[in-house]
């Protein structure tokens, strides 16, 4: 078994490509899936069907560019850019940092030096809003109201390695646990241009060392040191 989109399915080439066609993912982030499948189940003879599932995306998209080379997002269908029909989140995190005293000026600064680096806006809206979204909210106001989105600026691998280093420190959780974990995610970041994000953002692993290392900076070096310190 393999999960694709958060749910559970056989290791079975055809049936996972019919799921990803119903769901209309788009192409490039089936290469994404496929990559996660043989990663999940390390079989040489699945390795050698999944790359070659990837090696036939990869061809059909080259083929697109060369063929249609004035289109705009040619593989991306129209739901993936849909946007969000409310200003408010769909879902939210439930912040755990107060278990080890980390509360909002520590995260605060953090967020701030995420926008100094150009990964969120720096307007003090979408700072509060990043807050919320992590689950720290401040009064009863915020408590009983849903945040709005938080519009991320940066590259989709970068957001992957924030909220899962953050869930790794037991900084954050969310309702329904690990199992929706991506779909939270889902339910309250959206793209620069403001359309959603998938549940395969969870495949989009950081490997670039320099992205790395502009989350530590900006955030995730404090919160492992205020949590370690609160150990």
């Known amino acids: ?29 089936q290469m994404a899936l496929w990559r996660s499948f043989y990663r999940q189940w390390p079989d040489p003879e699945w390795t050698r069907i999944c790359l070659r599932r990837v090696r036939d995306i990869k061809s059909l998209l080259e083929l697109d560019r060369k063929l249609f080379p004035d289109s705009v997002d040619s593989a991306i269908p129209a739901m993936v850019r849909q946007k969000p029909l409310s200003s408010t989140v769909e879902r939210h995190f439930v912040w755990l940092g107060d278990r080890y005293a980390i509360g909002v000026e520590p995260l605060r600064d953090g967020i701030s030096r995420l926008a100094s680096a150009g990964l969120i806006a720096s307007d003090r809206d979408q700072q509060t809003a990043l807050r919320r979204c992590l689950g ?10 849903d945040p709005p989105w938080v519009l991320w600026l940066g590259p989709a691998d970068m957001l992957n390695h924030l909220i ?20 939270t995610l889902c339910g309250a970041f959206l793209r620069a241009d403001g359309s959603r994000f998938t549940p395969s953002i969870k495949s989009n692993r950081c490997t670039n060392a320099e992205k790395l ?9 404090a919160m492992r040191f205020l949590r370690g310190d609160k150990k």
């Open 1 to 29: 078994m393999v999960e694709c989109c958060g749910e559970l399915m056989p290791a079975d080439a055809d049936v996972l490509q019919r799921f990803m066609t119903r769901k209309r993912i788009p192409l490039e982030e």
């Open 136 to 145: 720290l909210a401040l009064n009863e106001q915020e408590r009983s109201s």
């Open 164 to 183: 899962d280093t953050l869930w790794q420190l037991d900084l954050i959780h969310c309702a329904g646990g690990n199992r929706l974990k991506w779909q």
């Open 213 to 221: 290392k502009t989350l530590d900076r900006a955030i995730l070096d």
